[in-house]
């Protein structure tokens, strides 16, 4: 006899994690035993029963959950008749509620059942199968609408989640037709749901591959093969949607087929975004990647590519090809003289007129600085390449008005052509750098096709470069010096440090050799730093050795001259050895003083302030100008050599060099005459009253042991008249 609350059959059948219990609400314990026996009576279905006694407590269980389904004795202490069904079913509706009945009492029942129950038994039939049967009816249903219920939520809430995403996903049967689309599907097919659905894919995902406008439902190459079989997991390509409204739109989709459990195809899924906006960024990012920012001409790396398509397209076809260097000259000074801005807008200003200047089917590149390449790609002749190269010299030559200056610039071209400079793209491009270098060595202004021989020259400088960056370390500079004199007195007036490399295998390399492979590679800096240092320091050493004291003149490029560190150095070099700033001269050539920028003005006042003298190198080379021997304060001027060589020979040449004497002489300037070589000349100069003169006829540069003896003589005798 079993007792409320038990919840055991005979034998009792574990409860499983989700089963749940039959609740049995009976007041009459021989029934509920017989009901228990009903329920258990078969092995291999048990049921797990809970009983109670009273409609409250069998209320109060049915609230906690876990009720499958409910027997009711409609007879109960606290309720009666139909009442009781329909408190129960008020308690939860959504569980099965089998009633069961006296005999006598079947309309009750019947009432109970239209009002929801799930069946009723009169008692006396509640026994065997017949009970077991409707149990399980009843528990089977439930459990179905259980599973029912949640696929429904889960299909809710795929949908939320996919109308939350920002991928846009839809799906198709397998005969391509839409069964399903999400928001953003909508939004970019320009597709509402409603009326997508049921039609063929393509007409809604329309695609158009690359530049073609074309719609091509096999774009979609989609979904099903012929037999079902052979398509792919998924795949994900890149294509272009037209939407409904005709806007076209980059997207990237991915389409996955979807099987069933046996494997056959039924139908697909189709995800796909907007990659418009990341594929403009990317077009950016890889035109930034192949562009010069400055000018906007494609950059070495495009550059090269063109080349390289060029050079097979011109194999194929048997044509030439050309490729130009061009550089400008000088652009340096104008950058340092005008400041970056203004060396910006002139480069911007060239590649505009380069671009100008060739076919379109052509290229003009930026490499780098004020280097320029350009690709001819259609060359007949060899002429065909000095025509535009000569072009180039002359459009480029044309005042550049940059922030209402006119600048003048020129180029120096070189130029490699294929096949006959070389195979491929490397080849030509180092040959023309290669002419290019010619270019500027035949004085810049002009253009240069590759000749063999300037390779071996170019490898040449290549190697001496190489070597010169070892050279101040390896201690192989030396000075010499030579003397200027007092060409009235014989006297010597002072000495100029002239320096000298002694190459370990070259043996003494000339400074016109290796001063500008210095000035272009940075060298010059520390090399500068050095001789200055080794001019005062034997000057200090002279003078301690009793010679007494002998002013040095230093020769100064214009790099070292542009450097912010050059007068600290120079008062460091002072303090160091002990020489009085009156007798260091620095000898600048006019393209120092030709920069004109304030800086220099500058840097020749601190020079000054400090008591250094100056002088101006090769005077009568560059363009001199009265207005800057007036406006800086110089104190000598060097007269080149290529006039006192002449004076004797051209009366146009001795004409000039006495209207120069007189000059410096008016403006107060010491005048010193370079590179006398004959005593006609040596008499033409003291005649016309130059002051001091220096050359091989009165001493050639010397080493300082000899130079020290020369001072011991201090005077030239048979020079005075
Ligand atoms: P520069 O300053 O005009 O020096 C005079 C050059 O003329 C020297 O050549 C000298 O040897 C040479 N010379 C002297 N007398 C005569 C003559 O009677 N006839 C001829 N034909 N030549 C004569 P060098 O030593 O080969 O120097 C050449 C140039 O190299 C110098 O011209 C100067 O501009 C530069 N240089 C030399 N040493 C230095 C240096 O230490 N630093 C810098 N920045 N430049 C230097
Ligand atoms: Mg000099
Ligand atoms: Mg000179």
């Known amino acids: 006899m079993p007792s409320p609350g038990l919840r055991t059959a005979k034998r009792p059948r574990k409860k499983k994690d989700g089963d749940e219990c039959v609740l049995l609400i009976e007041a009459d314990a021989d029934v509920a035993a017989e009901i228990f026996a009903a329920l258990n009576s078969a092995t291999e279905e048990q049921f797990h029963v809970e009983w109670v006694t009273e409609l409250s407590s069998g209320i109060e269980r049915l609230r906690k959950g876990g009720v499958g389904a409910v027997v009711l004795d409609l007879t109960l202490p606290d309720s009666h008749g139909v009442e009781s069904f329909d408190k129960l079913f008020q308690a939860s509706a959504r569980v099965p509620i089998l009633v069961l009945s006296e005999a006598d009492a079947e309309e009750m029942a019947r009432q109970a059942a239209h009002r929801g129950a799930h069946d009723y038994l009169a008692k006396n039939q509640s026994v065997g199968y017949r009970l077991r049967g409707v149990v399980r009816t009843m528990i089977e249903r439930r459990t179905a609408e259980a599973a029912v219920k949640a696929l429904v939520l889960q299909n809710e809430v795929a949908k939320l989640t996919l109308d939350a995403i920002e991928e846009a996903v839809l799906r198709t049967d397998i005969n391509g037709d839409i069964t399903y689309l999400n928001r953003m599907a909508e939004r970019l097919t320009g597709w509402c749901r409603r009326e997508a659905l049921g039609r063929p894919i393509a007409n809604v995902l329309r695609i158009t591959k690359g530049d073609s406008t074309s719609t091509n439902g096999e774009a979609l190459d989609i979904l099903i093969s012929e037999d079902g079989t052979a398509m792919p997991a998924a795949n994900c390509t890149t294509c272009v949607l037209v939407g409904r409204d005709g806007v076209e739109l980059g997207i990237e989709k991915t389409v996955t087929p979807i099987r069933d459990q046996d494997g056959v195809l039924t139908g697909s899924v189709v995800a796909f975004h907007d990659v418009s906006a990341a594929r403009a960024q990317s077009l950016e990012m890889s035109r930034l990647a192949q562009h010069d920012s400055l000018t906007g001409l494609p950059n070495r790396v495009l550059f090269n590519d063109r080349l390289k398509q060029a050079i097979s397209l011109a194999m194929r076809q048997d044509k030439q090809l050309a490729v130009m260097f061009v550089d400008l000259d000088q652009f340096k000074k104008i950058n340092d003289s005008l400041g970056h801005a203004v060396g910006d807008k002139l480069l911007q200003s060239v590649a505009g007129r380069l671009v100008d200047c060739v076919r379109r089917t052509d290229t003009v590149s930026r490499l780098g600085g004020d280097e320029f390449v350009v690709l001819l790609s259609q060359v007949e002749h060899e002429e065909d390449v000095a025509v535009s190269a000569r072009k180039i010299l002359r459009t480029l030559a044309a005042p550049h008005p940059v922030d209402n200056k006119n600048l003048d610039i020129s180029v120096s071209i070189g130029v490699s052509t294929y096949p006959s400079d070389g195979p491929d793209a490397e080849n030509l491009m180092d040959k023309a750098d290669t002419a290019m270098y010619e270019a500027k060595k035949q004085g810049r202004n002009n253009y240069q096709f590759f000749r063999r021989d300037m390779q071996v020259r170019l490898l040449d400088r290549q190697s001496l470069e190489a070597d010169l960056r070892y050279a101040l370390g390896r201690n192989e500079f030396l000075l010499h010096y030579q ?45 500068g730093r050095w001789v200055l240092l080794e001019a005062c320091r034997q000057v200090r050493a002279w003078s301690d050795s009793g010679l007494g004291i002998v002013p040095v003149a230093v020769n100064v490029s214009a790099a070292e001259f542009g450097d912010k560190d050059f007068v600290s150095g120079v008062r460091a070099v002072l303090i160091a050895t002990g020489v009085e700033p009156r007798n260091l001269e620095l000898e600048l050539t ?29 005077f009568g080379t560059g363009y001199s100008s009265f207005t800057y021997l007036r406006r800086f304060p110089v104190d000598a001027l060097k007269l080149d050599q290529s006039f006192v060589q002449e004076i004797t020979e051209d009366p146009g040449d001795a004409t000039i060099v006495s209207a120069m004497i007189n000059i410096g002489m008016s403006l107060n300037q010491r005048v010193i005459a370079e590179g006398v070589e004959t005593s006609a000349q040596l008499k033409f100069l003291q005649s016309h009253g130059c002051a001091e003169g220096q050359g091989h006829y009165l001493s050639h540069p010397v080493a300082a042991e000899q130079a020290a003896k020369l001072l011991e003589a201090g005077i030239q005798e048979g020079m005075v008249q």
Not at 498 to 522: D, K, N, T
Not at 593 to 608: C, F, N, P, W
């Open 483 to 527: 003397p200027k004199f007092n060409l009235q007195t014989g006297q010597i007036t002072g000495v100029e440090a002239l320096v000298r490399w002694v190459h370990p295998r070259r043996g003494l390399v000339a400074p016109a050799q290796f001063i500008p492979i210095a000035e272009e590679c940075g060298l010059i800096l520390p090399i």
């Open 590 to 618: 006019e393209s120092v003083l030709m920069q004109d920028a304030e800086s220099t003005v500058r840097t020749l006042g601190a020079l000054k302030a400090m008591g250094v003298t100056l002088a101006i190198d090769d």
